[in-house]
């Protein structure tokens, strides 16, 4: 299912381990927790049954504004076959209206108005600890807005847009683990190779780098890696 799935198996994360503890519940629960790259919050968990391996419970983060992770409702446990039917349904309805949500051009242009546009202007880059949550919260979005801007303004043929989407995955990716002033040097190495991909003249590299000044509120020193 996953290896077929239009989401993608390389953008999903597969923790075999996982162990999450829901509130109204003291003992933690263990399972295989499956979460979407990109978007790490959108999570779902197969749940193990301590008395029948055969049989399974189900907690997902439901497309719904608060984004809450819970276990299916009402608890009784599936089978195997219900469980993938879950899954199914939730990669369906959830996963992708969530994405789809998320690169809507009214998100984009409701993230000019929202607080993460100051949160991306107050980012020292050049501080070496790693960004807050609401700072990789706005990276991300504002990475969705230059995917955007850059497959319009360049027009990128369908090849093109999957090298530029895997490039900008992987600076998604790397938001998580590297410090600021680590990933400002990804940043503008992974811009270069964006310009090669998409075959720019100089002219046009200019304005590439002319738009990420714009979506990250950068100075043009900002770019300047030491």
Known sequence: MLLNHEVGIDNLNINPNAQHSFSDIITPFKGVLLSYKPMPRMQFMVVEQRDNFDLFRVASVKFTPNLVFALDSPANPYNIKQTLQRLDLWLKRDLTYYIEEVNTPDLLAEYKLRQNASDITTIDYEDKSNFTIKEKESIKIALLELKALITDRFDADETQQQI?????????ERVEVLNKTDWKGILINTIIGISIALSLDSQKGAALMQLVIQVFQFSPGL???H
């Open 223 to 225: 770019l300047t890696y």
């Open 164 to 172: 530029l989407a895997h490039h900008l995955l992987y600076l998604t």
